[in-house]
């Protein structure tokens, strides 16, 4: 979601990017291993009846996808499903999600700070954001 790592990190390019959300879905940090097997505590979406994640989609080149689906890595399977834009607008999109996740923990206060940076440039709803600053890093 942060677009600037987006484009510099990843050198992704994209044809249209949109701000929305995914309904029946949390944001959970159930990724086990990450950068620091056993430490960190990437970002994945759980199954959650009356939940919602909020992020940003991508319409990429199919070269760009492969790129993007190469660097998350292979612990994570695909997620086909409905979404919206913040004007109420139904997209189809696809998504990573972790098929067995961990035991929730708790991300890096470096990595947390890059989705609350994200959110907030994003323009995400204020209780989204309130959301991401409660929940708590890892010391």
Do not use: C
Not at 34 to 39: A, D, I, K, T, Y
Not at 81 to 95: F, I, K, M, Q, S
Request: no cysteine; net charge positive; hydrophobic share 40%.
């Amino acid at each position: 979601m942060n677009e600037r790592l987006f484009r510099e990190r990843r050198h992704m390019v994209w044809h249209e990017t949109r701000v929305g959300r995914l309904h029946g879905y949390r944001l959970a940090f159930t990724v086990g291993g990450g950068m620091r097997p056993g430490v960190s505590a990437p970002a994945n979406i759980v199954a959650a009846p009356g939940g919602v994640v909020y992020g940003a989609f991508y319409l990429l080149p199919l070269h760009k996808f492969a790129r993007l689906d190469n660097s998350e890595g292979k612990q994570y399977d695909y997620l086909w499903t409905d979404a919206e834009d913040l004007a109420g607008n139904r997209l189809p999109v696809v998504t990573f999600k972790v098929p067995h996740a961990a035991p929730e923990g708790r991300p890096g206060t470096g990595y947390l700070n890059l989705i609350r940076e994200a959110a907030r440039q994003r323009g995400l709803p204020a209780e989204y954001i309130a959301f991401l600053d409660s929940v708590e890093a890892r010391k």
